[in-house]
């Protein structure tokens, strides 16, 4: 049986570090001694920036984001379209394609997908807002940003069936060969769906 190496306190630290996605228990370790060596650059600071995330993070009441206003700044920003809405699962997803600026849309999060072996149904995700979003605003086309998943496109279609009676033009990403992609190395359903969704040269 591993004796305890330090005390309490740490431990704890390195139990919640060991938490973190990413991160297993000898990770946690490093990260806990680089914390606690700089103490005063890091650990503090760090302490009191999770204090204040924890007090005042919020969850967007109209798109699911996080922020610390509701609205959040992206349903806030008038640059916006509001006729172009980006559907995504997550708030990761939501920070990737903002990265990206590609889009100035904006969002909608599902909190996830469907999937019936993991007990996640309709009920359990932000498609009811999402509809009710769509029939009381202007939208005119709804984006599917979810994962090529069997899951992601099960949700995909599930959510196009309930956008079909509403008049909004519903696509999604495209999927297949990424940039600077060999086809050696994909594999079999990405290539075909690149086959599928060919386009003229």
């Not at 924890?54 to 006729?83: F, K, M, Q």
């Not at 909608?108 to 309709?122: F, I, K």
């Not at 509403?166 to 060969?177: D, E, I, P, S, W």
Request: net charge negative.
């Amino acid at each position: 049986m591993a004796e305890r190496v330090a005390g309490p306190e740490i431990e704890r630290l390195l139990q919640l570090l060991a938490r973190l996605p990413g991160l297993g228990p000898r990770s946690a370790r490093r990260a806990a001694l680089h914390l606690i060596r700089k103490r005063e650059e890091l650990l503090g600071p760090l302490a009191e920036a999770m204090r204040i995330a924890h007090e005042r993070i919020l969850t967007c009441s109209t798109c699911g984001n996080i922020d610390t206003v509701d609205p959040c700044s992206i349903c806030r920003d008038a640059r916006r379209d509001p006729g172009i809405l980006l559907i995504v699962e997550t708030v990761s997803d939501l920070w990737a394609l903002e990265r990206a600026g590609l889009l100035a849309a904006r969002y909608h999060v599902l909190g996830g997908v469907l999937s019936p072996l993991d007990g996640v149904g309709p009920n359990d995700l932000n498609i009811a807002s999402l509809i009710e979003r769509v029939r009381e605003n202007p939208v005119r086309e709804a984006i599917l940003a979810v994962n090529a998943t069997v899951d992601g496109q099960t949700t995909a279609h599930y959510i196009a069936d309930l956008l079909a009676p509403l008049g909004v033009k519903t696509t999604r990403l495209a999927h297949g060969v990424p940039v600077g992609g060999e086809l050696d190395y994909l594999d079999e359903g990405t290539l075909a769906a690149a086959l599928e969704r060919r386009t003229a040269f």
